[in-house]
């Protein structure tokens, strides 16, 4: 996700996707929220995603997107933007956190470990429903450069970096 100020502009679909799901918490006022969020969906949407909905759908397929609901909005965002597995696999492997990252910004844990989830989840090895979010976090921790691992022991199954 990056800014311009006054926008935030998604640029990874699963954290757009959570964005949205973020909306929809509040039993009280999903309804309403997701009927806003189909109505106003196509303002969601830039760059890219702007392009996809506007040129490569059809108007009977955005209808029909539309009809079907926010679970089937998020579901044609995933097929047509997340990365592929083996790019993500690769990605996976190599992005690593070291102690200069930190020295140079303090969030770079939180950072490393959203960019790590997210390639979790193009992977398919990071349940949509996190069940198995205690050995994803696990591999992201090995992935951490051992004088940061000094001070950042790896998680216990009760408890998150957030």
């Known amino acids: 996700m990056v800014s311009d100020g006054k926008n935030f502009v998604f640029t990874d679909v699963?954290?757009?996707?959570?964005?949205?799901?973020?909306?929809?918490?509040?039993?009280?006022?999903?309804?309403?929220?997701?009927?806003?969020?189909?109505?106003?969906?196509?303002s969601l949407l830039a760059g890219p995603a702007a392009l996809w909905w506007n040129n490569e759908l059809t108007g009977v397929e955005r209808t029909t997107l539309r009809q079907e609901g926010l679970p089937a909005l998020k579901d044609a965002l995933r097929e047509r933007f997340s990365p592929d597995a083996s790019l993500a696999t690769k990605r996976f492997s190599e992005t690593r956190l070291r102690l200069k990252h930190i020295a140079y910004d303090e969030a770079a844990i939180m950072y490393y470990i959203q960019k790590k989830t997210r390639f979790a989840r193009a992977m398919g090895i990071l349940a949509g429903d996190n069940t198995n979010w205690h050995g994803v976090m696990v591999q992201i921790w090995t992935g951490m450069e051992l004088k940061v691992k000094q001070y950042l022991r790896a998680p216990y199954k009760?408890?998150?970096?957030?």
Request: aromatic letters at 14%; proline letters at 3%; charged letters at 35%.
């Open 14 to 42: 699963y954290s757009f996707i959570d964005r949205l799901d973020s909306y929809m918490e509040d039993p009280a006022t999903r309804e309403e929220a997701e009927r806003q969020l189909r109505s106003l969906f196509q």
């Open 158 to 162: 009760h408890e998150t970096y957030g």
